[in-house]
């Protein structure tokens, strides 16, 4: 039985490139905040896989955080994982980068949306019409959804960082209803873990993702698997903004929180 403690399943070390401490100093801080687990997750982008050295990168996170969850062991449970994006970009590679290490954890994601050259933080949300792109965005992730490869969709409204928070645009979610629906069954259906990401919570969105509107439809439609994130980049953020979206969760009656040891997925109750 694990006990009760929070648990951050979705963290980066200096071993992305927009990580800025190692994981042996993640770590203290996650005990000093008392966590009971944590995952390290570094970038893999599949479609800069060999032009921006993802390749070394991915083979020294995982050493390294390796090297930190035996430091930590009966401290912190330290699980390792990969946050690996755009991974139908190359399928036999993925799967090739997830073979290569045993790691208990794995996020899909996207963060270059297909059709475009930029991360979604890039894209000029003014000048396109964001209901059809996050239409797009959805039927994307619902292909992700059926890849084996993953056991998590994290962040699934990220480019909401900007549409709501840069641009400050008005976005009703009824408008893109079906796409929405489709992409949480496939999440259901195929077993994964919908991501709770709680770095919204410290940009200027200023709300979890996906929104609480969706987390709620994902319950109706029966989702059960729910992993909570911050998505740190840096120390002070590890755990930062969990304990607020265990209360909302519970609040919407997920009595649950998930994790994953050798890609297996496991359960605690959500006892906040
Ligand atoms: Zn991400
Ligand atoms: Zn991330």
């Known amino acids: 039985m694990y006990k009760q403690r929070m ?45 921006h050295k993802y390749n070394s990168m991915v083979f020294h996170s995982y050493f390294e955080c390796l090297k930190a969850k035996t430091s930590f062991a009966g401290e912190l449970l330290v699980l390792l994982g990969i ?6 970009f190359d399928k036999a590679l993925s799967e090739r980068i997830i073979n290569n290490h045993n790691y208990d954890i794995i996020l899909g994601s996207i963060h270059t949306p297909k059709g475009f050259n ?3 933080k890039e894209i000029p ?40 928070g840069k641009y400050n645009l008005e976005f009703d979610y009824s408008k893109i209803s079906k796409e929405t629906d489709e992409l949480l069954k496939a999440i259901i259906e195929n077993n994964k873990s919908l991501e709770i990401n709680s770095s919204g919570l410290r940009q200027l969105m200023a709300r979890p993702m996906p929104d609480e509107s969706i987390i709620r439809r994902y319950k109706e439609l029966g989702g059960k698997n729910i992993t909570i994130g911050s998505d740190a ?40």
Request: net charge negative.
């Open 233 to 272: 980049h840096c120390a002070q953020d590890v755990g930062a903004g969990v304990y607020e979206c265990m209360r909302l969760i519970k609040k919407l009656g997920f009595e649950k929180i998930n994790f994953y040891t050798g890609r297996e997925i496991l359960e605690i109750n959500n006892n906040i």
């Open 118 to 120: 930029c991360d979604v």
């Open 83 to 88: 946050e690996i994006a755009q991974p139908l």
């Open 7 to 51: 648990m951050d399943m979705h963290i980066h070390s200096d071993n992305s490139p927009d990580g800025i401490h190692s994981p042996m100093y993640m770590c203290e801080q996650a005990v000093d905040k008392g966590l009971r687990a944590i995952a390290f997750t570094d970038h893999c982008e599949i479609d800069k896989f060999f032009s």
């Open 125 to 164: 949300y003014n000048e396109i019409n964001v209901y059809d792109f996050m239409k797009d965005y959805f039927r994307e992730l619902t292909e992700l959804a059926y890849w084996d490869g993953c056991d998590v969709l994290a962040h699934i409204t990220c480019p909401m960082r900007r549409i709501q």
